[in-house]
């Protein structure tokens, strides 16, 4: 396969047989070849320039070859500070970088607002919200350098905006006849037909999930996409995409769909007013699986289930 990880894998089969010369030049030669080939190579192995420079790290410090391995993490330092979203290959080969370049035996020396703290590293610290708002002092009081990386878990104070990053993404509800729906005026037993639909446009291609999760006075009945034409009842629909995969849930619908440059989808399934109530209407979303900083996220509403009669 011609990319990166190929070199970077054969590479380290080469080191862990005692060919460490051949295993250098190899390496060289990966770190020489960084750029990957645009979008068709994403699909043979699920990568990215990050995943491969923490492939790389790994590797090296797997094989012994320290130095070179931290010039390797560098790289990954440059790589991450530009992205805020990871694939899962990214985050996996981040993980094994990571603990490739934690010394087994090293005791850290470090004072946390001037308290002492030791211990072997990697130390990891969960100051509380009281503790931020009132500020973190960390200071480094060993003789060696002290690398530091923080990590920020919370839930947004507000609805997040709908975002639309090289993916677009739109929900309707229709009624059994193509009208619109007013998702704010259902009745128990009402059934609906959800149309999602979008688009690319940022002219690659992309493998992608389209998740839709369900308000809670709504059941998913059936799912109409993935047959190419509507079926009978349902002649007002367009054209339905045959997704490679998808799943009806019990809180969610859920597709897999390969989409070529500036391709646009539908998908669409039925659900029934079950439960009175007002409930939240989340937002659909669709993200590139293997390269998440595209993807787009709609509109969040309300939708209100009234008793029947």
Not at 99 to 119: C, F, K, S
Not at 129 to 139: A, E, N, P
């Amino acid at each position: 396969m011609p990319s990166p990880a190929a070199r970077l894998q054969l590479a380290a089969a080469l080191a862990a047989v005692g060919e460490r010369e051949r295993a250098a030049r190899l390496f060289a030669l990966a770190g020489d070849d960084w750029r990957r080939v645009p979008d068709r190579l994403i699909s043979w192995d699920y990568g990215s320039d990050l995943r491969d420079a923490a492939l790389a790290t790994a590797l090296l410090a797997e094989s012994g070859l320290e130095a070179e391995a931290w010039e390797a993490a560098a790289r990954v330092e440059l790589l991450q500070a530009t992205r805020q979203r990871l694939s899962t290959q990214e985050q996996l080969w981040l993980l094994l970088a990571a603990r490739g370049l934690t010394p087994e035996q090293d005791v850290l020396a470090l004072a946390l607002n001037g308290e002492a703290v030791e211990g072997a590293a990697p130390i990891t610290l969960r100051p509380s919200v009281q503790d931020l708002q009132q500020g973190v002092t960390l200071t480094n009081v060993g003789s060696d350098g002290l690398r530091v990386t923080t990590t920020q878990v919370g839930i947004p104070a507000a609805p997040l905006a709908p975002a639309a990053e090289g993916l677009t993404i739109a929900r309707r509800l229709l009624d059994f006849q193509g009208n619109t729906i007013d998702p704010s005026s259902l009745t128990q037993n009402d059934q609906a037909v959800v149309v999602l639909s979008g688009r690319v446009t940022d002219g690659r291609e992309h493998q992608a999930l389209v998740v839709d999760l369900l308000p809670a006075g709504v059941e998913l009945e059936s799912v109409l996409a993935g047959r190419g034409t509507a079926t009978a009842g349902f002649a007002f629909l367009p054209q339905l995409t045959t997704p490679l995969y998808e799943a009806r849930r019990d809180d969610r619908y859920v597709a897999a769909v390969d989409l070529a440059a500036e391709e646009t989808f539908v998908l669409a399934y039925v659900v029934r007013a079950v439960t009175p109530g007002d409930f939240v209407l989340p937002a659909p979303f669709i993200e590139d699986m293997y390269a998440p900083e595209a993807y787009a996220r709609g509109d969040l509403g309300r939708l209100a289930v009234a008793r029947s009669p």
